[in-house]
């Protein structure tokens, strides 16, 4: 599967912002979908899941309640709704495939691009 990140930007703390990530080739539904992020000098971490028909879902302690995953299968998109940002979400966001119920990195088979997301304080 191709996927492909966008709606990154600029915002101030306390703003908001909705990512999408568009998946395009094997079958979208099969995968556990992830969002991660890296921030400048440190490891990739996991943000959040959502399982193959989305019902499933579960957050980083960091993000918990200000972060909300969710999916449309029916149009191969994969979305983060993130509020109340804070300066320490600056990162460049991931989205992943996978076929485990898996926060590990290593567990993703497939990677988008990445988009930034800058919040300033």
């Known amino acids: 599967v191709q996927l492909q990140a966008s709606g990154g930007g600029s915002v101030k703390a306390g703003g908001s912002l909705r990512l999408s990530c568009a998946a395009s080739?094997?079958?979208?539904?099969?995968?556990?979908m992830g969002w991660f992020r890296q921030a400048p000098g440190k490891e990739r971490e996991f943000v959040a899941r959502?399982?193959?028909?989305?019902?499933?879902?579960y957050y980083a302690s960091a993000v918990k309640a200000r972060f909300t995953i969710s999916r449309d299968n029916a149009a191969n998109t994969l979305y983060l709704q993130m509020n109340s940002l804070k300066p320490e979400d600056t990162a460049v966001y991931y989205c992943?495939?996978?076929?485990?119920?898996?926060?590990?990195?290593?567990?993703?088979?497939?990677w988008g691009q990445g988009t930034q997301v800058t919040v300033s304080s």
């Open positions: 992943a495939a996978s076929r485990d119920w898996s926060a590990q990195v290593s567990a993703y088979d497939y």
């Open positions: 080739g094997r079958s979208f539904s099969n995968f556990v």
């Open positions: 959502i399982s193959l028909g989305g019902s499933s879902t």
